[in-house]
């Protein structure tokens, strides 16, 4: 194991190892940083949704924290007003290619993006992009779970799972840019996939995306 350092978060002095990411640090330590395209176990993060910026003191721009490695005398703010304007962009931007209507969700008390409205103040609305097209169906075709892609938010968690963690390679990447997309390979169903029905994409599923059709937040 790496050498113990120092390093202060919002002002708190908190041991970590040296070279663990912040973002798990704060975490571990009751410290909210909005977060959903990163996973503990996942060595090298993506660092795609961009929620988890934080201020570094020395550094003139915020920095994810999900890539940011504890080092002795490392001293950070979750909050400042540049973080909180780039955390506000990159929610909105999120929202824009999410299908909202929490009230059918079957995630909706378990939602990470609710969770960062209610933790950052952030409004689960509109304001200046407006909405992509989401008008898919949804992929029933699995016994124990079903995929809306329509509430997808790109994090990754469920590829990277499916394809270095259950090692099944059902789900990956389609398209590129505005029409990048989850879904199969030839876009045929899940059922039709070498999909296991594992259920850990599901488990990984930070919205309502992917979830158990026995097990939603409604039974
Ligand atoms: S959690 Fe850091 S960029 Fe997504």
Known sequence: MSKKVTITIDGRE??????????????DNSIFIPNLCALKEKE???????????????????????????????SVQTRSPQVDRLVKSAFELLLSNH????GRCPRRKSCALLKIARERGLKMRLSRLSALELDVEIDESPETFAFDRSRCLLCGR?????????????????????????????????????????????????SGALYFKEK????
């Open 14 to 27: 908190i041991e970590a190892h040296e070279g663990e990411k912040v973002l798990w640090v704060a975490l």
């Open 44 to 74: 090298h993060p993506s660092g795609s949704c961009r929620l988890c910026y934080v201020q570094v003191e020395g550094r003139p721009e915020p920095v994810t924290a999900c890539t940011l490695a504890a080092k002795e005398g490392l």
């Open 99 to 102: 299908r909202l209507g929490c």
């Open 158 to 206: 469920c590829v990277w799972i499916c394809q270095e963690v259950a090692r099944v390679g059902a789900l990956g990447f389609t398209n590129r840019g505005i029409t990048r997309r989850v879904g199969t390979f030839r876009e045929v169903s899940l059922a039709q996939s070498p999909c296991t029905e594992c259920g850990l994409c599901v488990e990984a599923c930070p």
């Open 216 to 219: 939603s937040d409604d039974k």
